[in-house]
């Protein structure tokens, strides 16, 4: 007894001092560091240049960490200079580590270095060696591929894709020329791969996420994702959570942290959401790229439209005078602010979420195919989790194009169904697997599941439809907001059915289709030609799609899309808007969820019963009975954080 009270007493004071530590210093939650890239290093060679410096960015966001570069370009900052940033860092408690870029010319379309070359192939050893030396951990920035087609390099491929080329190529300079060497000179050191935000085309340039994690100590995620429509990358917001959760996915526990830069963002909100959109994925610790970039002015003209109606970044929140913990004030006045502000917010409520959970899907290694899908999904409200192996344990499996990378997809599909699991499979996806002859690496088509045929015929469609009497003469139409361009699926009478319909020039084609096969049933998802099309997709189509993919989950959110759903474990939930103006949506939980606290104002919301169908509608449109539903508003680019009661 008395040894458990001491046990108890001295765990508890070890409680006390650890929470009076994290929050004299850093946030709850998570860890911040700064990267400086070489040409920022360099500058550290000068003791004001810093000091000032570091004084402005400290004063304005907590960092525990700075990551110093070694190499850029042709720049290789000199060990004297290292030394004394690292002595400035660590006199103040930061952490120090160090950081690799392996460019040649960075500003010439992201030149890389040539990997064939053998003065190349040395330099790049050189570099992870200098770098080993100097540091106990060190992370490789976004260029580690290679997008040389030197004549070496096209001698080199000989008959090889470029893809297989380059795979194999990078494999070989992690062991050989970064990791095994660095080890050399230091075993000690941590070797981490940060990889970047195109996931979808490592494969082209190199980038192997199938070897490389097991040979680098941990991993690294770019969750920037920018503006989605002014960027050439054309990123949707959303893939700044999937995309850590898809690398924590493959190197569970060691997928180091997010990362994200203040570039191209059309107005303030953006840069903050890519900061939480990291956090709502748990990661550990977040980037902030880079040491320069935080000492940019405030631009006024990022603030956006629809501030003044306290969203969730308030532009003149953030630009209050920040207290210091010597009680002075200090005025934001570079973008290290908004950073701080934002990280602020949300470390009140993250130690609250457990761990993310969503609609399993599967995207084998080095695969491509209706690229960055899933993202759209996500920000039509479809919680999405994405696995580079097949998840068999999983009763609902959303399959994108990629997954026909995979020899034995139809027979891992048929296999789910013959268990009495759900598959839901694209257009795309059925395209792919379609009409597979003796000569395609296939093992199997998808006629082998059901005679479904996507044709290479498009229609155009503003209008959709939801039969609902075994005659089709009952039914509910709705209309999107603009015309909307769809391949046509074609299937055999009575052998396959349509649960949603488009209506076109006076007949209809699948939105959603239907296939029984064993104990249990294909779902195929007509994909727009134009992905986002999906966001014009009425409100109503997309809650029958999610009434499907969501439902082993606990909750859904139906409303119009650009409204998404982050769900953990341990019945929190947190919607996010991203739309310019306020949206009214429904949120629809299991009926065991009597009450729903907003986590951030404590109010207190309860549900009712979904709404009884017309008296003569009641033969064929069944109430969710073992739902509840909760209308709740949400501000623009705002968030909403709820508990279960
Ligand atoms: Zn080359």
Same mark, same amino acid.
């Given at each position: 007894?008395?040894?458990?009270? /001491?046990?108890?007493?001295?765990?508890?004071?070890? %409680?006390?001092?650890?929470?009076?530590?994290?929050?004299? /210093?850093?946030?709850?939650?998570?860890?911040?560091?700064?990267?400086?890239?070489?040409?920022?290093?360099?500058?550290?060679?000068?003791?004001?240049? %810093?000091?000032?410096?570091?004084?402005?960015?400290?004063?304005?966001?907590?960092?525990?960490?700075?990551?110093?570069?070694?190499?850029?370009?042709?720049?290789?900052?000199?060990?004297?200079?290292?030394?004394?940033?690292?002595?400035?860092?660590?006199?103040?408690?930061? #952490?120090?580590? &160090?950081?690799?870029?392996?460019?040649?010319?960075?500003?010439?379309?992201?030149?890389?270095?040539?990997?064939?070359?053998?003065?190349?192939?040395?330099?790049?050893?050189?570099?992870a #060696?200098?770098?080993a030396?100097?540091?106990?951990?060190?992370?490789?920035?976004?260029?580690?591929?290679?997008?040389?087609?030197? /004549?070496?390099?096209?001698?080199?491929?000989?008959?090889?894709?470029?893809?297989?080329?380059?795979?194999?190529?990078?494999?070989?300079a992690s062991e050989n020329l970064v990791v095994g060497p660095a080890k050399?000179?230091?075993?000690?050191v941590?070797m981490?791969i940060?990889?970047?935000?195109?996931?979808?085309?490592?494969?082209?340039?190199?980038?192997?996420?199938?070897?490389e994690?097991?040979i680098f100590d941990?991993?690294?995620?770019?969750?920037?994702?920018?503006?989605?429509?002014?960027?050439?990358?054309?990123?949707?917001?959303? #893939?700044?959570?999937?995309?850590?959760?898809?690398?924590?996915?493959?190197?569970?526990?060691?997928?180091?942290?997010?990362?994200?830069?203040?570039?191209?963002?059309?107005?303030?909100?953006?840069?903050?959401?890519? %900061?939480?959109?990291?956090?709502?994925?748990?990661?550990?610790?977040?980037?902030?790229?880079?040491?320069?970039?935080?000492?940019?002015?405030?631009? #006024?003209?990022?603030?956006?439209?629809?501030?003044?109606?306290?969203?969730?970044?308030?532009?003149?929140?953030?630009?209050?005078?920040?207290?210091?913990?010597?009680?002075?004030?200090?005025?934001?006045?570079?973008?290290?602010?908004?950073?701080?502000?934002?990280?602020?917010?949300?470390?009140?409520?993250?130690?609250?979420?457990?761990?993310?959970?969503? =609609?399993?899907?599967?995207?084998?290694?080095?695969?491509?195919?209706?690229? *960055?899908?899933?993202?759209?999904?996500?920000?039509?409200?479809?919680?999405?989790?994405?696995?580079?192996?097949?998840?068999?344990?999983?009763?609902?499996? *959303?399959?994108?194009?990629?997954?026909?990378?995979? /020899?034995?997809?139809?027979?891992?599909?048929?296999?789910?169904?013959?268990?009495?699991?759900? =598959?839901?499979?694209?257009? &795309?996806?059925?395209?792919?697997?379609?009409?597979?002859?003796?000569?395609?690496?296939?093992?199997?088509?998808?006629?082998?599941? =059901?005679?479904?045929?996507?044709?290479?015929?498009?229609?155009?469609?503003?209008?959709?439809?939801?039969?609902?009497?075994?005659?089709?003469?009952?039914?509910?139409?709705?209309?999107?907001?603009?015309?909307?361009?769809?391949?046509?699926?074609?299937?055999?009478?009575?052998?396959?059915?349509?649960?949603?319909?488009?209506?076109?020039?006076?007949?209809?084609?699948?939105?959603?289709?239907?296939?029984?096969?064993?104990?249990?049933?294909?779902?195929?998802?007509?994909?727009?030609?134009?992905?986002?099309?999906?966001?014009?997709?009425?409100?109503?189509?997309?809650?029958?799609?999610?009434?499907?993919?969501?439902?082993?989950?606990?909750?859904?959110?139906?409303?119009?899309?650009?409204?998404?759903?982050?769900?953990?474990?341990?019945?929190? *939930?947190?919607?996010?808007?991203?739309?310019?103006?306020?949206?009214?949506?429904?949120? =629809?939980?299991?009926?065991?969820?009597?009450?729903?606290?907003?986590?951030?104002?404590?109010?207190?919301?309860?549900?009712?019963?979904?709404?009884?169908?017309?008296?003569?509608?009641?033969?064929?449109?069944?109430?969710?009975?073992?739902?509840?539903?909760?209308?709740?508003?949400?501000?623009?680019?705002?968030?909403?954080?709820?508990?279960?009661?």
């Amino acid at each position: 007894m008395l040894t458990y009270i /001491k046990r108890s007493w001295w765990m508890a004071l070890g %409680l006390i001092i650890l929470s009076f530590c994290c929050s004299a /210093k850093g946030y709850e939650n998570f860890k911040v560091a700064i990267y400086a890239p070489a040409q920022n290093v360099q500058k550290m060679s000068d003791p004001n240049w %810093l000091e000032e410096n570091w004084e402005i960015i400290s004063k304005q966001v907590k960092a525990d960490k700075i990551y110093l570069e070694t190499h850029r370009d042709v720049i290789l900052v000199d060990e004297e200079t290292i030394a004394k940033a690292r002595k400035f860092f660590e006199s103040k408690g930061i #952490e120090v580590a &160090g950081g690799i870029t392996y460019t040649i010319m960075e500003s010439n379309r992201f030149k890389t270095f040539c990997y064939t070359d053998p003065k190349q192939r040395k330099r790049a050893q050189e570099v992870a #060696e200098y770098t080993a030396r100097l540091f106990d951990e060190v992370i490789l920035d976004d260029f580690f591929f290679t997008n040389c087609k030197c /004549k070496s390099c096209i001698k080199a491929k000989g008959n090889k894709s470029w893809t297989q080329f380059r795979l194999d190529l990078m494999k070989d300079a992690s062991e050989n020329l970064v990791v095994g060497p660095a080890k050399k000179v230091n075993p000690k050191v941590k070797m981490v791969i940060k990889y970047p935000n195109w996931y979808e085309h490592f494969q082209g340039c190199g980038y192997n996420l199938e070897a490389e994690p097991k040979i680098f100590d941990g991993i690294y995620t770019g969750t920037e994702t920018r503006d989605p429509v002014y960027t050439d990358q054309h990123l949707q917001q959303y #893939e700044g959570y999937l995309i850590f959760r898809y690398f924590e996915n493959i190197a569970p526990g060691r997928n180091g942290g997010g990362w994200v830069d203040t570039g191209a963002i059309q107005y303030m909100d953006r840069y903050a959401e890519q %900061l939480w959109l990291t956090l709502f994925a748990k990661a550990r610790e977040i980037t902030l790229f880079n040491f320069s970039r935080m000492l940019q002015p405030i631009s #006024e003209e990022l603030r956006a439209d629809w501030q003044g109606q306290q969203t969730s970044f308030d532009f003149d929140t953030m630009m209050q005078p920040v207290k210091q913990p010597d009680g002075t004030l200090v005025t934001p006045t570079t973008m290290a602010r908004p950073a701080g502000y934002a990280l602020e917010q949300i470390d009140v409520f993250l130690g609250k979420l457990g761990k993310p959970i969503g =609609v399993k899907s599967y995207k084998p290694y080095h695969s491509t195919g209706e690229d *960055f899908l899933h993202n759209y999904l996500g920000m039509c409200g479809i919680a999405m989790d994405l696995e580079p192996e097949f998840p068999a344990d999983a009763n609902m499996i *959303f399959l994108a194009e990629s997954a026909k990378f995979d /020899k034995t997809i139809v027979d891992k599909i048929k296999g789910q169904l013959v268990a009495g699991k759900t =598959v839901m499979i694209t257009s &795309g996806l059925l395209k792919a697997l379609q009409g597979i002859g003796s000569t395609s690496s296939l093992q199997e088509g998808i006629e082998d599941i =059901v005679e479904f045929r996507c044709t290479d015929k498009k229609a155009v469609t503003n209008e959709f439809w939801r039969r609902r009497a075994f005659w089709g003469r009952r039914g509910v139409t709705y209309k999107s907001s603009s015309n909307i361009i769809i391949p046509e699926i074609k299937y055999l009478t009575n052998d396959s059915w349509e649960e949603v319909s488009c209506l076109t020039s006076g007949i209809g084609y699948p939105i959603l289709h239907s296939a029984d096969y064993a104990d249990s049933r294909l779902y195929v998802l007509t994909i727009p030609d134009n992905f986002g099309d999906l966001y014009n997709y009425p409100a109503e189509v997309l809650t029958e799609i999610k009434k499907v993919l969501m439902k082993d989950l606990y909750v859904r959110v139906d409303g119009p899309s650009q409204v998404a759903l982050f769900i953990y474990d341990n019945d929190t *939930f947190i919607v996010e808007s991203f739309l310019p103006e306020i949206v009214d949506v429904n949120i =629809v939980t299991d009926k065991r969820i009597s009450k729903l606290r907003d986590v951030l104002s404590g109010e207190e919301l309860s549900g009712k019963a979904p709404p009884e169908p017309p008296m003569r509608a009641r033969r064929w449109q069944r109430q969710e009975n073992d739902k509840l539903i909760f209308d709740i508003q949400i501000k623009p680019h705002s968030y909403r954080v709820f508990k279960c009661e």
